[in-house]
Structures are given as C-alpha cells and as structure tokens.
C-alpha cells in the first residue's frame, strides 16, 4: 500500500484541479480568442465567483442544496455582468489595444481585490458542499495470494469532489455545442474570423465583444463556485488560478479551445502529481519556465497549429 | 539658449532643488524623500526601456532583485565589504539582463510581456525556494555595521540622504545624456517605426539588447542602494508588485521624458501613504490611477507640461 494507491489520490486530486482549471482557462483562451487581448483580471473575476457563492448562501441562509443552486445560477451571471461593465467603460474606450489592454486590466485586478478586502476582509471563509458523502477508494493488489481487491484501505475521496469533474464535462460540452450549433455561436466565430466583415455584415461587434467578456468572467466564476467548497473564499485566491490559466492557454496555443482543455488536463494532473511527490513550489517554477521557454521557442503553443 | 543647455539646466535646477529640500523638509518627508530618490532610479531604468525604446516589461522586479540579493547577499553570507558587494550586485544584474534580454527578445508585444513576467515569477518563486539562504517573505535585515562605505555610516538620515541624491543624480545626468546621445536617438526611431529603423541601417536586435542591459543594471543598481541604506531585502521587492510599480510611477510620470520618473514616483509614494492612513486596501489607489492614466492621460504628467507649455522638455 504505497506508490500506486497515493499515484491513484494524485491524479484524482490533479483531475480536479484540472476541470476547474479548464473552466477558467477555457474563458480566458475565449477572450483572447475572439477579441485578441489578454484579460490580467481574469483570476480577479474567479475569486469574485466564490465571494459571490459564499455571500448568496450565507445570506439566504436556506437549505445548502438550494443556497448552492442559486450560488451557481447567480454569482457568474452578476460577474459575468461586472466583466461586460468593464469591458463598456474601460476596453472598449482603448480600442482594445492589445498593451493597454493588459495595464488596464491590471488597474482593475487591483481595483476589485481591494474593493473585496474592503468589503469582505480579509479571512477565508468557507461554503457548505450540497451533498459530500465520503466514499473509500477501492484498489487492487496483484500480490502473494493472486488478485485483490482491497476496499476500504484508508484513503477516500467524496461525492461531490467527483460531481465537480462531471460538471465541470458538462459544462464544457455545452459550451462546445453553443459555439459550434448555435447563432450566437455563429455570430461569436464571424467576430473572431474577421470584425471588420462582422461589422460590414450588421453583426453588432461591440455588443458582441461585450458579451464574451463577460462570458469569459462567467466562466472563471463558474469554476470558482464548484471550488469553492473544496477550497475556502479568500480575497487573495486569484493569483494561482490566473497564473495557471495563463500556462494552459499559452501551452495549449493562444485561443485553441480545444488546446486550452487538453493543456488544463496535462497541468492539472502534473501539478497534482508534483505537488504530492515533490515540492509546490518547485512545480511551480518549472512550470512558469516551461511557459516563458514555450512562447519563446514554440510560440503558437504545443498543440496550436502554425501562423496563418 | 538652445536645447541641450537648457535641458542641462533643468537638470541640474532639480538637483540643486534636491539638495536644498533636505533642509527645507522635516526628518519624516526627507527619509520618504531618500527613498523616492533610489526608487526613482529604478523608475529611470524602467523608462529607458518602456518610454524610449517602447518594450513594455512585466518582470522589472526580476533586475531589482537580482542587485538587491546581489548585494545583501554577499554582505550577509560572503563577508565582504560593501565596494565588492555592490560590485557583485552590479555583475549580478548585468548577468541576468544580458540572459533575459537576449531570450525575451526573441518574442514581440504581448508574448514579451508575458515572458518577462513568467521570469519574474520563476525568480521569485525560486528566491522563496531557496529560503534557507534568503529567508524568503521575511528576508534578511543587514546589519548596521555592515552598512559602512569609506567610514561613512550609511544609516544616518543626512549621510543616507545626500548618498541617494548623489547616486540619483549621477543616474539622472547619465539618462539625460544618453537619451541626447546617438544610441538614445536610435532607441527612440526603434519605438516610433521598428521597420524603418531596421531598413535605416540599424541593428534593432542588438540596440533592444543593449537598451534591456542598461535598463536592467540601473534597475539592479536601484535594489542594491535600497537594500544598502535601508538594511532589508526581502521576497516581497521579487513579487509582482514591483513589476508593476516601476510601469505606475513612469506611465503617472510621463513616459520618455527624464523627469517623468521621478515626478510619478514622488506622487505615487505620496499617494499611497496618504491613502494607507484611512485604509490597509491601498493598492486600490494603484489600480484606480492604473486604469484612469490609460483611459485619458496615456502621456503621464511630465507629458503633459511637454505638450502644453515646454515642448523643449527632454
């Protein structure tokens, strides 16, 4: 009972790490995508995604199942709404330029962790899960009297950890079918392709852009809320989920969604792994090395396609 | 009087002004002020790089640091004295913006943004990793012995202050010049139209290299002065933070201008202390000032004196 079954709680561990992630980075690679400029708030709108989750079911004070039900219908709509406010009044005045973009965003980081600080102080505060049956893992032994099965072997994991994985599926499947058979959907890849054309063909270019920036926010607060009663809300929490996104998307080749998830999947699992095997900080820096040296040397991402 | 004596005299009127505040200012404001003074000079190599050359860096804190654990890492492990200790802080810095300029330079716009800022990070993270020697978040507190150059106590407020005026004020005469100097003028031909400047005959590549290594020693030189004469360096000068700090004080400042970055990082200095009165969510102002400078005063203050009354103003 050593190597294998904490390899087997490392990788259940790094998958969820990585559907979370996957949401967060999938908003993130959507926004570059489509408007070509990189969102430096994006943890900010995560973070906010869980502030939002602990101040809806702390307030209602209901039942944990439908206090989380709302959490999940109403703190990425209202940050969703935040993102597009800040996209009307600040990105769309700079033409969205791509450097100015990036200081502006990180003008509003700073503006939406104080104003939390300020507001929601400084503890971490945590979210009761829906449901969180604890359930023991089960493994099998190839030992000295033939093949076992060993159940229960100490080590478990609970529901709602493995709901967080197939919500998190199921949430990207509909996002997948939004963009691809949809009009919207439509509309989005036409603003992508060309804006110019977008705009020549009545398409309302700036509602659009608007509107995936929220999407994008809504996403991240989305991961957020399913996190948030594994991991506690704290004003701070959006520094990793940003820098981790920001490895996946620029790995997985700037605005390829389906890139964007394979990465979130190989990250979340490594970084899972390393850190129950080795140090957090040291994955860490080869992590940011491995980006720096990425965009340096392969920079439309491993698993991007060639420049147009 | 033409352009180049009147730009020495500017320089020189605030340099003298300098000198005269120290006397003028109460004890408090002229230790701000030393501090400003060595802080502006980080600010002045950020503007070499992002005002005259038009590379925007995210990972600047990476130079500050490197001069910062350069120097205090040595005076507190090496035993040495503070001349090879500066002297191994200044190498260190030249090292490390000769690698990064000469690998960060590879990518353009934003991928040279993300770069350096993923090298920040990996520094920063790696200075926590090697806690055991650079005491991580809690960093190391010099000791005041060690803080001695030719006999002169550094820890004094008047010997402390008229040592960051002094470094300052060679730094911002040596700006000046070199901004007047042929270098300086390809480096602004670079930021206007990288194209031309390239079909013109220049090396873009090498003067980029060169304009990263100039700006990264300053700012080495800026960490090593900070950790000497106010006897601390820690993870925390490594961080993001001081990243973006340099990019404020020179877009509040005024972007390629020589004054610019001492006129944003005395605001900002002050900014923020008045405002860390009333409230611990500080920052707030930074990001406030951050994102209305980018809406409707992309030039900074020094910018807009240049265009309303002194177009001379270098």
Redesign the interface.
């Known amino acids: 009972m050593d190597f294998g079954p904490h390899l087997f709680l490392a990788l259940l561990e790094g998958s969820i790490t990585a559907a979370v992630l996957a949401l967060t980075a999938v908003g993130l690679s959507l926004v570059f995508g489509i408007m070509r400029v990189?969102n430096v708030a994006h943890g900010e709108f995560f973070m906010l995604g869980a502030v939002f989750a602990w101040w809806i079911t702390s307030m209602l004070g209901a039942h944990p199942v439908l206090g989380f039900v709302l959490a999940l219908l109403f703190a990425p709509l209202l940050v969703g709404l935040i993102a597009a406010t800040t996209d009307y009044l600040?990105l769309r005045?700079?033409n969205y330029n791509?450097?100015?973009t990036?200081?502006?965003t990180?003008?509003?980081?700073?503006?939406i962790?104080?104003?939390t600080?300020?507001t929601f102080g400084p503890e971490a505060r945590p979210v009761t899960a829906p449901f969180n049956k604890r359930i023991a893992l089960p493994w099998f032994e190839n030992g000295a009297d033939g093949f076992t099965l060993i159940w229960p072997w100490g080590l478990g994991t609970t529901t709602y950890k493995l709901a967080v994985i197939v919500a998190a599926v199921v949430i990207l499947l509909m996002l997948w079918l939004v963009l691809t058979r949809t009009k919207w959907g439509l509309i989005m890849r036409a603003t992508q392709l060309n804006s110019d054309m977008a705009t020549a063909h009545g398409i309302p270019v700036d509602k659009v852009y608007a509107m995936v920036f929220g999407l994008g926010a809504a996403l991240a607060a989305l991961g957020a809320v399913l996190v948030v009663p594994i991991q506690q809300a704290h004003y701070l929490m959006g520094a990793d989920p940003l820098?981790l996104s920001?490895i996946v998307v620029?790995i997985g080749g700037l605005g390829s969604l389906l890139g964007t998830v394979v990465a979130a999947v190989f990250i979340g699992l490594s970084d899972g792994i390393i850190s129950v095997f080795f140090?957090p900080?040291?994955a860490?820096?080869l992590a940011?090395?491995l980006?720096?040296f990425v965009?340096?040397?392969k920079?439309n991402g491993l698993f991007g396609k060639s420049a147009e | 009087m033409n352009q180049a004596s009147k730009s020495f005299a500017l320089h020189g009127l605030v340099a003298a002004l300098l000198v005269l505040l120290y006397w003028v200012l109460p004890e408090y404001h002229s230790g701000n002020l030393a501090r400003i003074l060595v802080l502006a000079i980080y600010a002045m190599g950020y503007n070499l790089l992002f005002g005259y050359t038009g590379l925007l860096s995210l990972g600047h804190a990476l130079f500050f640091a490197a001069g910062m654990y350069g120097l205090s890492l040595s005076l507190h492990w090496l035993d040495v004295s503070v001349v090879p200790a500066m002297l191994i802080a200044i190498a260190a810095s030249i090292a490390i913006s000769v690698c990064i300029g000469y690998l960060a330079l590879r990518t353009t716009g934003v991928a040279f943004m993300i770069v350096t800022l993923m090298f920040a990070q990996a520094g920063y993270l790696t200075a926590l990793y090697l806690g055991e020697y650079t005491r991580g978040d809690e960093g190391i507190v010099l000791k005041q012995a060690d803080r001695v150059l030719f006999n002169i106590d550094l820890t004094q407020p008047d010997t402390r202050y008229f040592f960051a005026l002094l470094i300052f004020t060679l730094c911002f005469f040596a700006i000046a010049y070199l901004v007047n100097s042929g270098f300086g003028r390809a480096l602004v031909a670079i930021r206007e139209n990288e194209e031309r400047a390239r079909m013109l005959g220049y090396n873009v590549q090498r003067l980029k290299l060169l304009a990263i290594i100039t700006s990264g020693t300053l700012s080495g030189l800026s960490g090593a002065c900070y950790a000497l004469l106010f006897g601390y360096a820690g993870a925390t000068f490594a961080s993001v933070q001081y990243s973006i700090f340099p990019l404020l004080w020179v877009l509040l400042g005024g972007a390629g201008t020589t004054i610019g970055p001492l006129l944003g990082c005395a605001f900002m200095f002050y900014l923020i202390d008045l405002s860390s009165q009333f409230t611990t969510a500080y920052m707030l102002i930074a990001g406030i000032c951050l994102v209305l400078l980018t809406l409707f005063a992309p030039h900074g203050l020094a910018g807009v004196i240049r265009k309303r009354f002194l177009p001379w103003l270098p």
């Open positions: 990189v600040i005045r700079i791509p450097e100015r990036i200081v502006a990180i003008g509003v980081l700073y503006i962790q104080q104003l600080l300020m820098l920001f620029i140090s900080t040291l860490k820096i940011t090395l980006v720096a965009l340096i040397f920079p």
